[in-house]
């Protein structure tokens, strides 16, 4: 198992940036494919991006169709935290944002992370 905790969420204008920051806990952390999710109130939780173990693919990155070209996802083993890089931001990014981690191969399904973090709020104004 390991503890996940976002930070980095807040207010942004439509056009802005945003970086989200997810720290681990644990001394496996390299080992884990991190995803981020994000939940918008009445909507299912969605597959943003996702960075997979060096152990799989060379931590290869995946994205949602709506985010790529404005957000990119990253890994720092020695830190064990991931990051997701929000630019260009649009009111329909407005959602809570979720870091997620499991030890499969890499997945845009919810429910096959087994760990996640408590959520950070973004919400970015037209």
């Known amino acids: 198992q390991v503890q996940l905790v976002e930070s980095g969420g807040g207010l942004v204008q439509a056009g802005g940036s945003l970086r989200l920051s997810c720290a681990a806990s644990g001394r496996t952390f390299i080992n884990y494919n991190m995803g981020w999710f994000r939940q918008a109130p009445g909507k299912e939780r969605e597959f943003v991006a996702a960075v997979e173990a060096i152990k799989w693919s060379g931590s290869s990155t995946y994205y949602a169709d709506s985010v790529k070209g404005r957000f990119t996802i990253s890994r720092d083993n020695a830190k064990n935290t991931v990051y997701l890089q929000m630019n260009s931001l649009k009111p329909e990014d407005t959602a809570v944002y979720y870091c997620?981690?499991?030890?499969?191969?890499?997945?845009?399904?919810?429910?096959?992370?087994?760990?996640w973090g408590q959520g950070t709020q973004v919400t970015v104004s037209s």
């Open positions: 997620a981690a499991h030890l499969g191969r890499h997945t845009t399904t919810p429910y096959e992370y087994d760990n």
